[in-house]
T-cell receptor, first 116, second 114 residues
Framework: AAGVIQSPRHLIKEKRETATLKCYPI?????VYWYQQGPGQDPQFLIS???????DKGSIPDRFSAQQFSDYHSELNMSSLELGDSALYFC???????????????FGNGTRLTVT | GENVEQHPSTLSVQEGDSAVIKCTYS??????FPWYKQELGKRPQLIID?????GEKKDQRIAVTLNKTAKHFSLHITETQPEDSAVYFC?????????????FGKGTRLSVIA
């Protein structure tokens, strides 16, 4: 079965540079979630999109922005990178209709961002 | 917002023994409680979930119980095997009639000693 695809798998950037992470959800999934996971930490919710509109916002810094495109893929744009941004960034997708039962979240393999 | 507490943070068991991980949540509106297993450097993988309309769910060696009144839920792994060693995360959210993001517990590092 198709899974959530994230690219790149690894990314090394210097402080103050920018980075773009991409996420391709499972086909027919309409919701994308972005999570940040620091070493030894639990995944922290950043932002989510449902049907190309932002649906929830978590602890996403103002330096970061994201969007979901017409083909449902999503991109997380990170600017003015700081050392503390080094983490695993996971994208998850689900099928979230209005009301009723929504499908479980399935995670991609993540992008490991290292800021030097 | 939702707050999920998870205990213990580390757990070591002998192969073949049982392991129990407990979580509590704060938002009584939460109605969906998944458990994820994460191996080092890999993605969290859903292993079992429970919805608020049931009190217990079992899948082979894994079971989850939910006490809505007390707002806590637990993961039970029986006959543990070395390959069960990983970090386990509980989570909670509103998935019935809503699509709120998952809020994770801090994780439990399970070590199964052969």
């Amino acid at each position: 079965a198709a899974g959530v695809i994230q690219s790149p798998r690894h990314l090394i950037k210097e402080k103050r540079e920018t980075a773009t992470l991409k996420c391709y959800p499972i086909p027919r999934h309409d919701t994308v979630y972005w999570y940040q996971q620091g070493p030894g930490q639990d995944p922290q919710f950043l932002i989510s999109f449902y049907e190309k509109m932002q649906s929830d916002k978590g602890s996403i810094p103002d330096r970061f922005s994201a969007q979901q495109f017409s083909d449902y893929h999503s991109e997380l744009n990170m600017s003015s990178l700081e050392l503390g941004d080094s983490a695993l960034y996971f994208c998850a997708s689900s099928s979230d209709g209005t009301g009723g039962l929504n499908s479980p979240l399935h995670f991609g393999n993540g992008t490991r961002l290292t800021v030097t | 917002g939702e707050n999920v507490e998870q205990h213990p943070s580390t757990l070591s068991v002998q192969e073949g023994d049982s392991a129990v991980i407990k979580c509590t949540y704060s938002d009584s509106a939460s109605n969906y409680f998944p458990w994820y297993k994460q191996e080092l450097g890999k993605r969290p993988q859903l292993i079992i979930d429970i919805r608020s309309n049931v009190g217990e769910k079992k899948d082979q060696r894994i079971a989850v119980t939910l006490n809505k009144t007390a707002k806590h839920f637990s993961l039970h792994i029986t006959e543990t095997q070395p390959e069960d060693s990983a970090v386990y995360f509980c989570a909670a959210s509103i998935r019935f009639g809503g699509n709120t993001p998952l809020v994770f517990g801090k994780g439990t590092r399970l070590s199964v000693i052969a």
